[in-house]
């Protein structure tokens, strides 16, 4: 598959300093990794026509999804994820330490252009924009997240609409929520 990617916009908030799932390299060099995976046909369609997950080596990723143990403390937010967008919950996992894990998955996500421009949200002319690296504490990736899905799919500001059939939302959300029932984001600040 040849395609052009481009990054987002919007996944320029994984920075070092953020929660999310930052890559230690330049976009150039995340862009080359997408590229050489897509060619290895390490991807797969994601939750709709227009969405590609694609499995990238975890070497340089860092990730602040953590497995979380019994006594954690919880601690919520209400606000938006970018200027222009709905408040949302926000739950993070308050740790004495403040640090990213090193990733054992990594997913890069893309977003096809016309998709991207339902909501007028493209960065770009590109065919693909990558709009989120997801990294993982597991060898195997985890789904698209319950809550991440739920906003997609009834409309929220900055969602992409599912177009998901009841059966199959249902099947997505049991398998999210048993994987992230006992995972979280860690708090950094």
């Given at each position: 598959m040849k395609t052009t990617v481009s990054i987002s916009d919007f996944v320029l908030r994984q920075t070092p300093?953020?929660?999310?799932?930052?890559?230690?390299?330049?976009p150039d060099e995340l862009l080359q990794l997408v590229h050489l995976a897509i060619s290895q046909d390490q991807y797969k369609d994601g939750y709709r026509d227009g969405v590609l997950v694609v499995r990238v080596a975890p070497g340089k990723?860092?990730?602040?999804?953590i497995e979380l143990i019994e006594g954690d403390?919880?601690?919520?937010?209400?606000?938006?994820?970018?200027?222009?967008e709905d408040p949302r919950q926000v739950i993070r996992v308050s740790r004495g330490w403040k640090e990213k894990r090193q990733a054992k998955s990594v997913e890069v996500i893309l977003y096809?252009?016309?998709?991207?421009?339902?909501?007028?949200?493209?960065?770009s002319d590109a065919e693909w924009e990558v709009i989120a690296i997801n990294g993982y504490p597991t060898d195997e990736p985890g789904p698209i997240h319950f809550m991440t899905l739920m906003h997609n799919h009834c409309g929220s500001t900055g969602g992409t609409a599912t177009n998901l059939e009841p059966e199959k939302l249902v099947e997505m959300?049991?398998?999210?929520?048993?994987?992230y029932k006992d995972k979280g984001m860690l708090r950094l600040d």
């Open positions: 300093e953020s929660e999310f799932t930052h890559f230690k390299g330049t990723f860092l990730t602040g999804l403390i919880l601690v919520g937010e209400f606000k938006a994820r970018r200027e222009g096809r252009h016309d998709v991207l421009m339902e909501d007028d949200d493209a960065s959300l049991t398998e999210s929520f048993e994987y």
